[in-house]
């Protein structure tokens, strides 16, 4: 059975960082791609960025580039999500997902596999 267990989501102030965690089991970790979403309320679910976990490549969502950064640890099949100079409008639920296959995938509708999500709340 394919898990993904996100975690790492807070309150912070405006301006400060936190790292979301992604534990992936269940499946070879370097045969997925795995992205990251976010979903404020009220809002339609939106990619944040992708990475292909057999080599690293990443894409980043326009208005997270520069601020947010996508990595993997494939010893530990983890998926990470640093984001630094958070603003209010980033506060939302943020999920993970994982996609069979080695390319960048940017709809939802392309993932077979789901967390549950951690809530980011950014004060101002």
């Known amino acids: 059975e394919v898990q993904l267990v996100e975690s790492g989501g807070a309150p912070v102030q405006a301006g400060g960082s936190l790292r979301l965690s992604c534990a992936v089991s269940?499946?070879?970790?370097?045969?997925?791609?795995v992205g990251w979403f976010r979903q404020a309320s009220g809002k339609e679910r939106e990619g944040v960025a992708c990475?292909?976990?057999?080599?690293?490549?990443?894409s980043h969502a326009t208005t997270v580039k520069g601020r947010f950064t996508i990595s993997r640890d494939n010893a530990n099949n983890t998926v990470y999500l640093q984001m630094n100079s958070l603003k209010p409008e980033d506060t939302a639920v943020y999920y993970c997902?994982?996609?069979?296959?080695?390319?960048?995938?940017?709809?939802?509708?392309?993932?077979?596999?789901w967390g549950q999500g951690t809530q980011v709340t950014v004060s101002s």
């Open positions: 997902a994982a996609a069979s296959g080695y390319s960048w995938y940017a709809r939802p509708d392309e993932y077979n596999y």
């Open positions: 269940g499946v070879t970790f370097d045969d997925i791609a």
């Open positions: 990475i292909v976990n057999r080599d690293g490549r990443a």
